[in-house]
């Protein structure tokens, strides 16, 4: 594709991304928002590097408590981020098929945060939600039903030990159940190392394998834990991607920084590592930026985007990320039970995110009710419904778009892991037909 079509593509979502407050050369999670990565080598566009630019970012950009006009205002002023959407709409009619949808895809979720930044300093109207949920998940919102998965895990805990009636009784069995199996915080690194060690083996024969050569050779886990104090998340996958071997080449590097006051169980944390690591996320970012090194996927890759379809898909990876890892594609063909028990909790948290957007964006349910049933119905912990109902479900961007992708993006993947031969999935979502997203993925396979 053109120079132009890339330098739009930077212009657009690092204007996005800095009016929003993010900063993607932040090496910590706790500085980066919409953008995930900037691996490419190419010089950062003036969305970034523009004098306006650091105001802004410092000042926490549109989402901040009290929002800085004269800055916001400054940078608007000199960065045309609605002229770099409409610019990059307009280069994507030239694409081809599957990338073109790709792009327009990306495009229209840039729509939706630019008109939210817009509602948030009072110069344009409130976005509706459906249209939230429609630009990051490619359909209208839908409430969550966790009774299925609520009873398996009944079933399942009453066999460990830990049986219980429903309702509170349900609750403090998996309190019991992950109390018996806390993950000991001071030994998270140890612990990462050995986890992430044993997925990365199943990862060979459960995804390497059947993709092509050069990516078999690709690190898929190179990776730093880091517990980090007072997080506003539970954690946060760093993609740096900018390190290089003495010959150039990349060296594929990550970070993962875990909230120190996260109360996990130790099958809770291995689901987090095959979804923030191996198979997931990191791996996904490697194989990235080792197909963009060659030459396969396009700039875009390399500038990984929240609140996309594109992002939604990379959820899914990642929470359908050990079932790859051992080949099957039922929770139940999990090799031990308190691994299904681990699955089925982080799933039903993440119909709990989704839930909980719905819940406050389409319901108008106050926070309190809506902590109250995730704790109750999703059974998460009392942190997570709080989080989850707070910080994340309440914020503006966030609660409308991306708490709905999680649950979008693994019955995505979930569904075409049942119908097609991992030979021939597992190759397309993982970027080897070009970049897909929850909308485009089986038109590539077909």
């Known amino acids: 594709m053109s120079a132009r079509y890339d330098r739009l593509v ?18 910590s999670g706790m500085g980066r928002f919409i953008a995930d990565s900037w691996f490419s080598d190419e010089p950062l566009p003036p969305a970034y590097t523009h004098a306006a630019a650091a105001p802004l970012r410092t000042s926490g950009g549109v989402g901040a408590k009290t929002p800085d006009v004269k800055a916001i205002e400054a940078y608007l002023a000199a960065v045309d981020v609605p002229g770099a959407i409409a610019g990059l709409k307009a280069e994507a009619q030239a694409l081809p098929g599957l990338r073109r949808a790709y792009t327009e895809g990306m495009v229209e979720a840039f729509e939706v945060m630019w008109a939210l930044a817009l509602e948030m300093v009072r110069k344009g109207p409130a976005v509706p939600y459906d249209r939230c949920v429609r630009a990051s998940c490619g359909h209208d919102p839908r409430p969550s039903d966790p009774r299925a998965r609520r009873e398996r895990v009944a079933e399942l805990l009453a066999r460990a030990g830990h ?28 612990l990462a190392d050995a986890v992430i060690a044993q997925y990365d083996r199943l990862a060979e024969a459960g995804l390497a394998a059947h993709l092509p050569a050069p ?7 190179n990776i730093t834990f880091l517990p980090i104090e007072d997080a506003w998340f539970s954690g946060s996958m760093n993609y740096l991607g900018r390190a290089r071997k003495p010959d150039g080449s990349p060296a594929f590097d990550a970070t993962y920084e875990i909230n120190a006051s996260l109360g996990i169980s130790v099958p809770e944390f291995v689901q987090l590592v095959t979804h923030e690591v191996v198979p997931g996320h990191v791996t996904t970012f490697a194989y990235l930026q080792d197909l963009y090194v060659r030459g396969a996927v396009g700039f875009e890759a390399t500038v990984q985007t929240m609140n996309t379809r594109g992002a939604a898909l990379s959820e899914g990876i990642a929470n359908n990320g050990i079932l790859i890892a051992y080949g099957v594609t039922e929770i139940e063909e ?27 964006w389409k319901e108008g349910v106050p926070q309190a009710e809506v902590a109250a049933v995730l704790r109750r119905d999703f059974l998460v912990s009392a942190e997570r419904a709080d989080k989850l109902s ?19 993006g693994t019955e995505c993947v979930a569904d075409l892991r049942r119908r097609y031969p991992a030979v021939k999935v597992l190759p397309v979502l993982y970027g080897c037909s070009g970049l897909v997203d929850v909308t485009t993925a089986e038109a590539a396979l077909k």
């Open 390 to 408: 707070g910080a994340w479900g309440r914020h503006p961007l966030l609660g409308r778009m991306y708490l709905p992708a999680y649950k979008t």
């Open 215 to 221: 990516l078999r050779a690709v690190p898929r886990a």
């Open 334 to 360: 999990l090799p031990d039970e308190d691994l299904q028990i681990g699955l089925l909790l982080a799933l039903l948290q993440d119909d709990a995110k989704n839930q909980s957007s719905y819940l406050t």
């Open 163 to 190: 049986p219980s009636q429903g309702g509170a009784a349900l609750l403090a069995a998996v309190d019991g159940w992950r109390s018996a199996r806390m993950v000991p915080m001071k030994s998270i690194k140890a």
């Open 10 to 27: 930077a212009e657009a979502i690092l204007g996005i991304d800095t009016l929003w407050g993010g900063d993607v050369m932040n090496p």
